[in-house]
């Protein structure tokens, strides 16, 4: 089996009568066209991963003009997933030289989170405006009390937890993309919640048949390609 991490954060919604220049910009116009980056977890064979497939179809079924590519990269026992951050950064620029009108969600899942992770430092100017969301699920880079936190309910008991792989000098989400991410992690998830889960679980491996992380990353990713959230 693959290796998972998640998190998840419901954020509220402003009306645009209230909402700020910065809120308004995040929220232009809807995506004609996007990809969905998918980044597998450990031992997952290379193409999508078991857990993005169900949320995927339906986000395809949802919004028109989607296509999903599959980050290339080993995703072996070594952890190093540094190829993997190489190809979405790439992926994404070469993308946007010939369709520079392109949306991208990034989606990992454990292994495949913290090479997502690893990415979104180096995606600035036009990459970075591009990606309009990031899902991740098992993710080792958690870091705790980060409002994008939540669990696989969406609620709140893995926001102060951490992850296998963060540490002091580790990478972790940044604040500018805080409102642009849902770190899900389920309870007892020992890769992303090692407060009260000690490596691969049951939980670890929850996430492809958990209806509610399914409809959640749905209904994330189908707000951020629409520009309603």
Same mark, same amino acid.
């Given at each position: 089996?693959?290796?998972?991490?998640?998190? $998840?954060?419901?954020?509220?919604?402003?009306?645009? /009568?209230?909402?700020? +220049?910065?809120?308004?910009?995040?929220?232009?116009?809807?995506?004609?066209?996007?990809?969905?980056?998918?980044?597998?977890?450990?031992?997952?064979?290379?193409? +999508? &991963?078991?857990?993005?497939?169900?949320?995927?179809?339906?986000?395809?079924?949802?919004?028109?003009?989607?296509?999903?590519?599959?980050?290339?990269? +080993?995703?072996?026992? &070594?952890?190093?997933?540094?190829?993997?951050?190489?190809?979405?950064?790439?992926?994404?620029?070469?993308?946007?030289?010939?369709?520079?009108?392109?949306?991208?969600?990034?989606?990992?899942?454990?292994?495949?989170?913290?090479?997502?992770?690893? /990415?979104?430092?180096?995606?600035?100017?036009?990459?970075?405006?591009? $990606?309009?969301?990031?899902?991740?699920?098992?993710?080792?880079?958690?870091?705790?009390?980060?409002?994008?936190?939540?669990?696989?309910?969406?609620?709140?008991?893995?926001?102060?937890?951490?992850?296998?792989?963060?540490?002091?000098?580790?990478?972790?989400? +940044?604040?500018?993309?805080?409102?642009?991410?849902?770190?899900?992690?389920?309870?007892?998830?020992?890769?992303?919640?090692?407060?009260?889960?000690?490596?691969?679980?049951?939980?670890?491996?929850?996430?492809?048949?958990?209806?509610?992380?399914?409809?959640?990353?749905?209904?994330?990713?189908?707000?951020?390609?629409?520009?309603?959230?």
């Amino acid at each position: 089996m693959h290796f998972t991490n998640s998190v $998840v954060i419901g954020a509220s919604l402003l009306g645009l /009568a209230t909402a700020s +220049p910065i809120d308004l910009e995040g929220r232009a116009a809807a995506c004609s066209s996007y990809t969905l980056i998918d980044t597998r977890g450990t031992g997952e064979a290379q193409g +999508p &991963s078991s857990g993005f497939l169900t949320m995927n179809s339906n986000i395809q079924s949802q919004v028109s003009g989607g296509k999903v590519y599959n980050t290339v990269y +080993p995703a072996d026992y &070594s952890q190093n997933s540094a190829s993997g951050t190489a190809d979405i950064v790439n992926h994404i620029k070469t993308t946007l030289q010939t369709n520079p009108n392109e949306c991208f969600i990034l989606e990992g899942y454990s292994q495949g989170a913290a090479a997502t992770v690893n /990415a979104l430092s180096q995606l600035t100017g036009a990459s970075n405006t591009a $990606v309009k969301g990031v899902f991740l699920i098992g993710d080792p880079l958690h870091k705790s009390g980060l409002t994008c936190n939540v669990d696989s309910t969406g609620g709140t008991t893995t926001r102060n937890v951490n992850g296998l792989e963060y540490n002091a000098y580790s990478n972790y989400i +940044p604040s500018s993309w805080v409102s642009r991410t849902l770190d899900v992690c389920a309870y007892g998830d020992g890769v992303c919640d090692t407060t009260h889960g000690q490596g691969i679980d049951a939980q670890h491996l929850s996430y492809p048949r958990d209806a509610n992380v399914q409809n959640m990353g749905t209904k994330f990713v189908v707000g951020k390609l629409q520009g309603t959230s």
